[in-house]
Structures are given as structure tokens and as C-alpha cells.
């Protein structure tokens, strides 16, 4: 059974930095793309970034980037993504997914219904 438990989720001012992390367990693929999504609230879940083992390929939506680094350590099964000088606008249930098969993160944008495998979520919250 695939499992994706994300934490490192909270409560920090504008400016601050959170790092959340996304173990992953119970598959072998070889292939497979692992990103971040978020959802504000009565807003689309959004795609954030993913990273691709199938072309070591790397995606971020344009409001994150110089911002937020995805990064992985195959070792402890693992993805995190570092955000630094978080804004309000940040706030949302971020979620870790897993795309299975030869997916690339070299894209315009992630799609919600390419990712097979979700998280339950940590959420969010930068306050002004």
C-alpha cells in the first residue's frame, strides 16, 4: 500500500521560513514524479513543484519560485520542500502526491489527475 505522510506544516509570520517534508513508503517504482500541491481555501488545489526521477526534471509555479526548493533523499524515502520568505497568499493545505509511471516535471503546470498517490495534507498558515 503507497502511503504519503506529510509534516512540517504550522503557523509563521510573513517573511518566515517552513520546511515540510513528505515520507513516502510502499512503492518500488522506478519511475515517478513527486510534487506538492496546496489548497486555499475555497480555492482549486494548485500544483507547487515536483520533481521527476524519470528525467531529473524540476517544476515551480512562477509565485514560488526563487522562493521554495524541492529537494529528496531517496535513502530515508523522503521529499521536502523548503519556503523561505513566506507571504500570506503561501496559506493552504500543502499536499505531497505521486505521479506513477514516466512522468516529467518539465511542464507549464501540474495536473491534479495525473497524481495517483496523495497525503492527507499539513497545513499552512502565514499570518501578516
Known amino acids: 500500500e503507497v502511503q504519503l505522510v506529510e509534516s512540517g506544516g504550522g503557523l509563521v509570520q510573513a517573511g518566515g521560513s517552513l520546511r515540510l517534508s513528505c515520507a513516502f513508503s510502499g512503492f518500488t517504482f522506478d519511475d515517478y514524479a513527486i510534487g506538492w500541491f496546496r489548497q486555499a481555501p475555497g480555492k482549486e488545489r494548485e500544483g507547487v513543484s515536483c520533481?521527476?526521477?524519470?528525467?531529473?526534471?524540476?517544476y515551480y509555479r512562477e509565485s514560488v519560485k526563487g522562493r521554495f526548493t524541492i529537494s529528496s533523499d531517496n535513502a530515508k524515502k523522503a521529499v521536502y520542500l523548503q519556503m523561505n520568505s513566506l507571504k500570506p497568499e503561501d496559506t493552504a493545505v500543502y499536499f505531497c502526491?505521486?505521479?506513477?509511471?514516466?512522468?516529467?516535471?518539465?511542464?507549464?503546470?501540474?495536473?491534479?489527475?495525473?497524481?495517483?498517490?496523495w497525503g492527507q495534507g499539513t497545513q499552512v498558515t502565514v499570518s501578516i
Open positions: 502526491a505521486v505521479l506513477h509511471g514516466l512522468g516529467s516535471c518539465a511542464v507549464r503546470t501540474m495536473r491534479t489527475y495525473e497524481y495517483d498517490y
Open positions: 520533481l521527476s526521477t524519470s528525467d531529473d526534471s524540476i
